[in-house]
């Protein structure tokens, strides 16, 4: 994955938008949106646009999209379809059917899955089975078509948590990275001038951090344990290496991360047992917390003039790192990811209809597309692609990251079932209270997603 144009297509929320008319069938799951603040937020209503007719012989692409209205990347997207449908007029024209209520989308995509077929084209994010969707015989095989050299331009290992059987019909498309942020005064002040490299070197950072006053990095078992979640997944992934959860929880990297994430609680803020992603914001806002985990939809805070201390930006204080090697580990140079959203397309009768659909997905995965579409929106794509000069100095870096790691997972929310999730706070939270050790810890996990199943 080396080069900026390795992970970005991993890294890290699609808009959701819907309509039933499917030449073909397939489904779609609904995008979230670039931030995935409030994925089922209801845009402002945006009246929709009648579309022109088709020109005789010209085959028409229904696409239900959620890129639309105030979704970050909707300009973008209107800008790409009106070029392609000029630059194919006459033999095919995409029909963008807007929807800006993410809910109604998912809502309204699942129905027509379940009842009829899937739209030409749609956006899907993970409240779906994505698995089962695959597996659904409505959507294009595009395995064909990526063996062809389109597979290229995405990141190492895009596919390989979803496919079936070797073959890929759900496209993943925006992603976040997940890679810490440390703040480079901070750990100047402690007499380190670079970002350890491996966990043992990590701690013996951590040791200096705390020894100059400052917080290591925040952690939090409130809500949903969103931090300690990252950091357990980063942990998991250097142990484990990418083949992690193919398992499930049985693999022993599980509990001895478990291990390392109780020890990373002795270098955080008091009351992290209690604390919520507002805390953690703020102590590293604030200088003196020294590492920071988060998506890239946070990026933008670095820049804030509201977080800037003496003039100083925080991202002027900030440098982006890569996740620490593990001694005797099977991750060193991985990258955890997640999905923000899929594309899909209706598995077509006709020939010349699948080949405009594989023409028009083509298009707008086009490196150069997607560099253009990361700028405006902000958001990051499984896509390979060089970030654009005016694209801020740390999303550039987490690019370079990304693109230069050997292989990405999901993080651990990711990867397994919902319970998983759910449970996840009020075990970190027994675990760092010493009420369960570290095989405690994964049992309550699995158990969790037993009882739920």
Not at 65 to 71: A, L, M, N, P
Not at 168 to 180: K, Q, W
Not at 204 to 217: F, L, P, Q, S, T
Request: aromatic share 12%.
């Amino acid at each position: 994955m080396k080069t900026v144009n390795k992970l970005l297509a991993l890294l890290l929320a699609l808009g959701m938008l819907f309509a039933l008319a499917a030449c073909g069938g397939g489904t779609t799951q609904p995008a979230t949106p670039a931030t995935p603040a409030d994925p089922g937020t209801t845009q402002p209503a945006t009246p929709a646009t009648p579309a022109a007719p088709a020109a005789a012989g010209e085959i028409v692409i229904n696409f239900p999209s959620i890129w639309v209205g105030t979704d970050s990347k909707a300009a973008y997207m209107s800008e790409l379809i009106d070029k392609f449908n000029a630059e194919n007029a006459g033999s095919i024209k995409v029909v963008v059917e807007e929807q800006t209520d993410y809910q109604a989308y998912r809502d309204k995509i699942r129905t027509t899955i379940t009842t009829g077929s899937a739209p030409d084209l749609c956006i899907l994010d993970t409240t779906f089975d994505i698995k089962a969707y695959a597996e659904s015989g409505k959507f294009m095989d595009l395995t064909p078509y990526l063996q062809q050299g389109w597979g290229n331009d995405f990141a190492d290992g895009t596919f390989d948590a979803w496919s079936v059987d070797g073959k890929t019909y759900i496209l993943p498309f925006e992603s976040a990275v997940f890679t810490p942020i440390y703040n480079k005064t901070i750990l100047a002040a402690a007499g380190w001038d670079h970002f350890p490299a491996t966990y043992d070197e990590f701690f013996k950072m951590a040791d200096d951090v705390k020894a100059a006053g400052y917080n290591v990095m925040g952690q939090m078992a409130g809500d949903n344990a969103w931090s300690s979640m990252l950091w357990y997944s980063l942990i998991v992934e250097a142990i484990g290496g990418k083949d992690v959860y193919a398992n499930g929880l049985s693999d022993p990297a599980f509990v001895e991360a478990a291990g390392v994430l109780k020890k990373m609680y002795g270098y955080t803020f008091d009351g992290a047992v209690s604390a919520t992603a507002g805390d953690v914001n703020g102590h590293f806002i604030g200088r003196d917390t020294a590492i920071y985990l988060n998506g890239p939809w946070w990026i933008a805070n670095f820049y804030k003039e509201d977080n800037a201390v003496n003039g100083t930006l925080l991202a002027d204080e900030c440098e982006v790192a890569v996740n620490p090697a593990y001694t005797g580990g099977k991750g060193a140079g991985g990258l955890v990811t997640t999905v923000q959203g899929f594309l899909a397309a209706a598995k077509q009768d006709d020939p010349n209809k699948e080949a405009a659909v594989i023409k028009f997905l083509q298009y707008v995965t086009d490196p150069q597309h997607v560099s253009e579409l990361a700028l405006s929106s902000g958001a990051m794509f499984f896509v390979k692609y060089t970030p654009s000069p005016d694209t801020s100095v740390i999303s550039q870096k987490v690019t370079e990251v990304a693109n230069n790691a050997s292989f990405t997972i999901l993080h651990v929310n990711g990867a397994f079932p919902t319970a998983f999730s759910t449970e996840f706070p009020a075990a970190v939270s027994a675990l760092v209270l010493g009420q369960i050790d570290e095989q405690g810890f994964v049992d309550m996990l699995q158990t969790a997603i037993d009882n739920a199943a």
